[in-house]
T-cell receptor, first 114, second 111 residues
Framework: DVKVTQSSRYLVKRTGEKVFLECVQD?????MFWYRQDPGLGLRLIYF???????EKGDIPEGYSVSREKKERFSLILESASTNQTSMYLC?????????????FGPGTRLTVL | RKEVEQDPGPFNVPEGATVAFNCTYS??????FFWYRQDCRKEPKLLMS???SGNEDGRFTAQLNRASQYISLLIRDSKLSDSATYLC????????????FGAGTQVVVTP
């Protein structure tokens, strides 16, 4: 089974703090994604990566950055957390090839910024 | 306009009944479609892919109508465990492997 893990289930941070969200997958997937999920808006893509050290902006990259130094790990960084970044953050991974569109999600990190 | 739109529900369904709901997509170039299931406070999980000819997986049937740009999901003989939010997903036409998610349709199966 594919396993995607995220470093924390719940986080509470203060405005202006730098926040790191970590995601690790154990299936040697090439592709990794970071989403945020808000009520009524669904999942929105923040950043994604097709390979180590590669990253591309998604739909809402402002206020975020990412790092992918190893294939299995994809980190989301909030440079200076703001209250409007309070959300559920979901990491996902997928392989290339026939089933490239099937994404496997981690359990999510619920971030609250005070 | 959202690229993938769904009725948020909730659809309240008696146990054993059939429920069906649709979603619409705006990009006619999208090629692949999926239904994901998301339980309360859990991550989304793939329920089924949607093929052009329609496909069935047990009590679940998915249909794709390209002419009208909608996807449907039908659940027969609903179980209490089917209570969840169902996310309609289209693969983006501009970039393979990237998905566009609808906001979800909530289904509540009652005893």
């Amino acid at each position: 089974d594919v396993k995607v893990t995220q470093s924390s289930r719940y986080l509470v941070k203060r405005t202006g703090e730098k926040v790191f969200l970590e995601c690790v997958q154990d299936m040697d997937h090439e592709n990794m994604f970071w989403y945020r999920q808000d009520p009524g808006l669904g999942l929105r893509l923040i950043y994604f990566s097709y390979d180590v050290k590669m990253k591309e902006k998604g739909d809402i990259p402002e206020g975020y950055s990412v790092s992918r130094e190893k294939k299995e790990r994809f980190s989301l960084i909030l440079e200076s957390a703001s209250t409007n970044q309070t959300s559920m953050y979901l990491c996902a991974s997928s392989t290339t090839g026939t089933h490239q569109s099937t994404q496997y999600f981690g359990p999510g990190t619920r971030l609250t910024v005070l | 306009r959202k690229e993938v739109e769904q009725d948020p529900g909730p659809f309240n369904v008696p146990e054993g009944a059939t429920v069906a709901f649709n979603c619409t997509y705006s990009n006619s170039a999208s090629q692949s479609f999926f239904w994901y299931r998301q339980d309360c406070r859990k991550e989304p999980k793939l329920l089924m892919s949607v093929y052009s000819s329609g496909n069935e997986d047990g009590r679940f049937t998915a249909q794709l109508n390209r002419a009208s740009q909608y996807i449907s999901l039908l659940i027969r003989d609903s179980k209490l465990s089917d209570s969840a939010t169902y996310l309609c997903v289209a693969e983006r036409a501009d970039s393979w492997g990237k998905l566009q998610f609808g906001a979800g349709t909530q289904v509540v199966v009652t005893p």
